[in-house]
T-cell receptor, first 112, second 111 residues
């Protein structure tokens, strides 16, 4: 079974803090993704990586950056957290096109 | 601008009956479609997919239908079970790496 793990299930941070969300997959997948899920908006793609050290902006990259130094690990960074970044953050991985993406359990981030 | 739309935010169905979830898309370049199911406090899990070269795909109680001319797909769940109560997301991709998701439909199966 594919396993995608995320470093925290719940996180509370203050406005202006730098926040790191970590994601690890154990199936040697090429592609990795970060989404946020908000009510009424579904899942929106923040960034994705199709290979190590490669990254591409998704639909809502503003205020975020990513890092992928190793194949199994994809980090999402909030440079200066703001209250509008309070959300559920979901990481996913995929072996190759067109296959399905496998999701982690999510991190519920609250920025106060 | 959402390219994948699920216009029904919720659906209530009696146990044993059919659940029909609908999804519309606007991007004619989409060629692969998926349905995901999500329970609260968990990540989405893959349910079923369909390629644009097909118009139907079946997996147990789940069937997905694709109508390319109408840019419409649907998910049928027969028979519906209490464990099917969840949020269902429709997703679509073109020949790139990205998935576009709909806003989701919350299904409640009544005993």
């Amino acid at each position: 079974d594919v396993k995608v793990t995320q470093s925290s299930r719940y996180l509370v941070k203050r406005t202006g803090e730098k926040v790191f969300l970590e994601c690890v997959q154990d199936m040697d997948h090429e592609n990795m993704f970060w989404y946020r899920q908000d009510p009424g908006l579904g899942l929106r793609l923040i960034y994705f990586s199709y290979d190590v050290k490669m990254k591409e902006k998704g639909d809502i990259p503003e205020g975020y950056s990513v890092s992928r130094e190793k194949k199994e690990r994809f980090s999402l960074i909030l440079e200066s957290a703001s209250t509008n970044q309070t959300s559920m953050y979901l990481c996913a991985s995929r072996q190759a096109l067109p296959g399905e993406q496998y999701f982690g359990p999510g991190t519920r981030l609250t920025v106060t | 601008d959402q390219q994948v739309k699920q216009n029904s935010p919720s659906l209530s169905v009696q146990e044993g009956r059919i659940s029909i979830l609908n999804c519309d898309y606007t991007n004619s370049m989409f060629d692969y479609f998926l349905w995901y199911k999500k329970y609260p406090a968990e990540g989405p899990t893959f349910l079923i997919s369909i390629s644009s070269i097909k118009d139907k795909n079946e997996d147990g109680r789940f069937t997905v239908f694709l109508n390319k001319s109408a840019k419409h797909l649907s998910l049928h769940i027969v028979p519906s079970q209490p464990g099917d109560s969840a949020v269902y997301f429709c997703a679509a991709s073109a020949t790139d790496y990205k998935l576009s998701f709909g806003a989701g439909t919350t299904v409640t199966v009544r005993a």
